[in-house]
């Protein structure tokens, strides 16, 4: 299996890199469009801002590459920002269309410069299988100031984990052959690499 690491600037490399590399696989990192023809899975980290991580991806080609990588029914694990890209909109130093798989807007916290920084717990759906792969707690690190905001109930039901920080984060969300991360599981101890663990032998349909 060829696991991918979709690196578009705007990124936390290494320790997704070694999170994946403990479990016994060796990924490679994707810094160009015609390398994603040869993966099997397709991991997009996130550290960064929404406006220049998507001109990144627009300028680089990236963007629609990883539309038809999508199309492709290949599964993709967004992580953060990489798990942000996939709504309709992000309004992050100014306007950004993104992917649109998940039609919601990623907004900002109420409160102006506000962070979600540490660790959160995540109230993962118990009749998910994805559940079974908590163990002890359901806490994750998290690191942002902007969140994932549904236009429908339609896409909502696809949010499998939530957490509360002054409102209600979507935190997991599963639809089709897309699995988005708001947390880090790469930092994340134990629960972050079961989860990751469950991306890599994970079958979508």
Not at 142 to 156: G, I, P, R, T, V
Request: charged share 20%; proline share 3%; hydrophobic share 35%.
């Amino acid at each position: 299996m060829n696991i991918g690491i979709l690196d578009y600037n705007a990124c936390n490399i290494s320790s997704v890199y070694y999170s994946i590399y403990r479990l016994g696989y060796d990924p490679k990192i994707i810094k160009n469009s015609k390398e994603l023809k040869d993966i099997d899975k397709l991991i997009i980290p996130g550290v960064g801002a929404a406006k220049n991580c998507i001109d990144y991806l627009n300028q680089n080609g990236l963007f629609n590459e990883i539309q038809k990588f999508l199309a492709s029914q290949k599964p993709i694990l967004g992580i953060c920002m990489g798990f942000q890209i996939f709504a309709t909109n992000l309004h992050e130093h100014g306007l950004s269309q993104g992917l649109g798989l998940i039609d919601a807007e990623i907004i900002p916290f109420k409160k102006t410069n506000l962070f979600n920084i540490g660790w959160q717990n995540v109230e993962i759906n118990k009749k998910n299988k994805i559940f079974r792969y908590i163990e002890n707690n359901n806490s994750f690190y998290f690191c942002h100031s902007h969140y994932l905001k549904f236009n429908n109930k339609k896409d909502e039901e696809e949010c499998v984990g939530i957490s509360k920080f002054g409102t209600l984060v979507p935190s997991l969300v599963i639809k089709e052959n897309f699995m988005g991360m708001q947390f880090h599981p790469e930092k994340s101890q134990k629960n972050g690499s079961n989860l990751i663990k469950y991306f890599l032998n994970w079958s979508p349909k």
